[in-house]
């Protein structure tokens, strides 16, 4: 099948749709250098800058929460691509300028964690003052953490972290509220159609008009098990029951539930399955203390999305509900 | 018959490790679209963009700086892991001690090994795991392994070129167990890895560039 997108030439898909992002939303963001995405009005620099990095064509993520009470910089890659160690260095250099510290949030991937360990091991020896997290909260990669992918949990922790540095906390203090958040958070993918890779035209994987696939990563990677397509009432259950027992949630707890869509699941059928996770959650007597439905971080047209539970304290959501005034996640 | 390779010489070796890279970028992407996103034949096109224009013959920078910005440079391509850890590996090759201008078999031996050892500091992947190391181990001893043994720069380095081509063949048989792919896990036997792949390409086109040495 021929690629149906509206792009010009492959080779500058990066750079447009950078150039996109920060004509759109020039109150909010702007461009620091090639493929930096910086707030256009910086935070004063006795606070902690949150700088994260990662492949591009998974928009609004990752560059889309940079702005007031979340994100300071992003360092957007190729089109599912993590960025080079150089461009890294560049951003965590200049969010530690003048003294600030940095706090650089990592999505656990291969590409993502070998630049951002380069990049780390540059900018410590330069003496500049950063701290890393390592977010890994899909559970369909193993039970062991390190294995783990980091997929759409990015969001409550940049949101908590990034609360904290707007309220002034140290750099240790956001790193534990970012570690504290990423603990207890775990996320579960589901696909139900391909995406073109926007560069070749090629599909991404391959799955059945009836199939679907639990556990599907972000680029195609194998899940869990491929199985018939199911009703939005089955496959929410199967897989909020699995993120429960994964997490050990117990009746009586708060829940922070993110309902992710990977491209080309429509907003009504994120509604549907939001439902019925609400309808479970009630009657095993958990409580839903905050929620969030939409598209945050997603494959060009894959159909399918990523359901995020996320065990929350008191703290947790003050910070969660904290302003927040980025282009892609606005609380007032 | 030359002891000694200069800048002139390993500007001619990435010369032509462009050339081989950019002359297999199709079947790259091919192997990659198995397992990966069928991309990486077009980080390796951006990789050998850096490689040709790696060396200045006219700058007076010394050999170690050229092997370190060459390194940062293809880090600089944005292209995932791959870059990553080829950008890694020169980079890691001025670690070691080597003359300013040129450098006999055993400091082309010690940098290639100081290059290795940069890369084993980034990732756990060894040998086995279905990556681009099931063909730069073998490759780097090889050609220690060569230079002990008294051989020439010109076959030693062919030495390690065929050490790295039948360690990318041999990763046809394997399955994935790092980075992406290994979520494929079976999906991926019976094709070579694309990254292991990439290094048997490059060092053919270091050995390339000293064949005409080699017959000489």
Redesign the interface.
């Given at each position: 099948m021929r690629m149906k997108k509206f792009i010009n030439d492959p080779k500058h898909l990066?750079e447009e749709l950078l150039d996109g992002l920060v004509l759109a939303f020039p109150e909010k963001v702007r461009l620091a250098g090639g493929?930096i995405v910086a707030r256009t009005v910086p935070k004063s620099s006795d606070k902690v800058r949150l700088v994260t990095l990662g492949?591009s064509g998974h928009e609004p993520g990752l560059s889309g929460f940079v702005g007031e009470g979340m994100l300071d910089c992003s360092v957007a890659?190729?089109?599912?691509?993590?960025?080079?160690?150089?461009?890294c260095i560049e951003a965590i250099r200049s969010a530690c300028a003048g003294g600030s510290s940095a706090l650089l949030i990592v999505l656990n991937?291969?590409?993502d964690v070998?630049?951002a360990?380069?990049t780390m091991e540059a900018a410590l020896r330069e003496g500049c003052k950063v701290k890393m997290v390592l977010t890994h909260e899909d559970i369909s990669?193993g039970p062991n953490p390190e294995e783990r992918r980091g997929l759409v949990g990015f969001l409550p922790v940049y949101k908590v972290a990034g609360a904290a540095a707007e309220q002034g906390a140290s750099l240790d203090a956001c790193l534990e509220i970012a570690l504290r958040m990423e603990r207890n958070m775990r996320t579960l993918a589901v696909a139900v159609r391909t995406a073109t890779?926007p560069?070749?035209g090629?599909p991404?994987f391959e799955l059945g008009d009836d199939e679907m696939e639990i556990g599907m990563?972000q680029?195609?990677?194998?899940?869990t098990g491929r199985g018939k397509l199911k009703t939005a009432d089955e496959t929410a259950e199967i897989m909020l029951n699995m993120l429960l027992d994964d997490l050990c949630v117990t009746a009586g707890e708060d829940l922070l539930v993110i309902l992710n869509g990977a491209g080309a699941t429509t907003l009504m059928e994120l509604l549907i399955l939001f439902r019925r996770v609400a309808h479970i959650l009630k009657a095993r007597k958990i409580r839903l203390v905050r929620s969030a439905v939409g598209e945050f971080i997603t494959t060009q047209e894959q159909a399918g999305f990523q359901l995020l539970i996320a065990r929350m304290d008191p703290e947790l959501v003050k910070l969660w509900d904290a302003p927040a005034n980025t282009p892609f996640f606005v609380k007032p | 018959m030359n002891e000694r390779i200069g800048k002139a010489e390993i500007a001619h070796m990435f010369a032509e490790a462009a050339k081989s890279l950019r002359s297999q970028h199709e079947r790259l992407?091919e192997l990659d679209?198995v397992a990966?996103?069928?991309?990486h034949g077009?980080?390796m096109l951006r990789v050998a963009e850096q490689l040709e224009h790696a060396v200045d013959p006219s700058s007076s920078k010394n050999l170690q700086s050229i092997l370190r910005d060459t390194g940062?440079?293809v880090?600089?391509?944005?292209?995932?892991?791959?870059?990553?850890?080829l950008?890694?590996f020169f980079a890691g090759m001025a670690d070691a001690v080597m003359g300013e201008d040129s450098m006999d078999g055993h400091e082309l031996a010690a940098a290639f090994e100081a290059g290795l050892r940069a890369v084993s500091r980034?990732?756990k992947a060894q040998p086995g795991d279905k990556t681009m190391m099931d063909a730069l181990v073998p490759a780097v001893n090889a050609l220690r392994l060569a230079d002990s043994a008294s051989k020439t720069i010109p076959d030693a380095v062919e030495e390690a070129a065929s050490a790295a081509r039948s360690g990318a063949g041999s990763t046809k048989d394997l399955v994935a167990r790092?980075?992406?792919?290994k979520?494929?896990?079976e999906?991926t036997r019976g094709y070579p890895d694309p990254g292991a792949t990439s290094i048997a390409l490059l060092f053919s086109g270091f050995s390339a560039a000293l064949a005409t040495e080699r017959k000489s």
């Open positions: 990066v493929n492949g890659g190729g089109i599912f691509a993590a960025p080079g160690a150089p461009g991937h291969a590409g070998l630049s360990n380069i990669s890779h560069s070749t090629q991404i990563g680029h195609g990677e194998a899940g | 992407s679209s990966g996103d069928g991309d077009t980080t940062w440079s880090m600089g391509v944005d292209g995932g892991a791959s870059s990553a850890i950008g890694t980034q990732t790092y980075g992406r792919s979520f494929l896990g999906k």
